[in-house]
């Protein structure tokens, strides 16, 4: 069955510094991997996918994943964090192109 | 262009009650796909419509269930609620070309059962 995992529940960085949110993957056939944010009392935003191509992904606000086959992984990074970035992150992989299947997320706190 | 409209926003429901939650998509998006999160099971996927027709199924029971109506509008209903049917439930709206597309969420309808 595939799924993705995120490995920490949470993540504080000091703004202005780089911020790395973790995504592992199992999934048999090629992963179709996406990130999202949420905000409190919101829906889930798009930031960025990895369908196929060039293994570093750029994507909304300054955030880019880079797709890693060997080690199964697809880390959120930004290299300055913002205190506007504090959110929930949440990294899915498209299950055979049908539904998301989805990390159990990840809380960023960025502090100023 | 107008986003993923979800209603209502919030719902207080009795156990055994019925409810029936609407999510209208994105103009042109014929893929709608319905999501429910809560703190101890994350996000899970319930179904997804297109073109009128569940194309897609999550591992629910049958007390939720869902249609599509011609314009994309969707609908999804819980009969018999239980407490455990307390969550946030968010709809997706797809243009319906799946691997390609990305998914626009709507704010999500909270619904709390008690």
């Known amino acids: 069955a595939q799924s993705v995992a995120q490995p920490e529940d949470q993540v504080n960085v000091a703004e202005g510094n780089p911020l790395t949110v973790k995504c592992t993957y199992s999934v048999s056939g090629n992963p179709y991997l996406f990130w999202y944010v949420q905000y409190p009392n919101r829906g889930l935003q798009f930031l960025l996918k990895?369908?196929?191509?060039?293994?570093l992904v750029k994507g909304s606000y300054g955030f880019e994943a880079e797709f890693n086959k060997s080690q199964t992984s697809f880390h959120l990074k930004k290299p300055s964090a913002l205190v506007s970035d504090s959110a929930l992150y949440f990294c899915?992989?498209?299950?055979?192109?049908?539904?998301?299947?989805f990390g159990p997320g990840t809380r960023l706190s960025v502090l100023p | 262009k107008a986003g993923v409209t979800q209603t209502p926003r919030y719902l207080i429901k009795t156990r055994g009650q019925q409810v029936t939650l609407s999510c209208s998509p994105i103009s042109g998006h014929r893929s709608v796909s319905w999501y429910q999160q809560t703190p101890g099971q994350g996000l899970q996927f319930l179904f997804e419509?297109?073109?009128?027709?569940?194309?897609n199924k999550g591992n629910f029971p049958g007390r939720f269930s869902g249609r599509q109506f011609s314009n994309s509008r969707s609908e999804m209903n819980v009969s018999t609620l239980e407490l455990g049917d307390s969550a946030l439930y968010l709809c997706?709206?797809?243009?319906?070309?799946?691997?390609?597309?990305?998914?626009?969420f709507g704010q999500g309808t909270r619904l709390t059962v008690v």
């Open positions: 899915a992989d498209l299950n055979y192109g049908q539904n998301f299947v």
């Open positions: 990895y369908i196929t191509g060039d293994n």
């Open positions: 419509y297109f073109s009128e027709t569940q194309r």
């Open positions: 997706a709206s797809e243009a319906g070309g799946r691997s390609n597309t990305e998914a626009f």
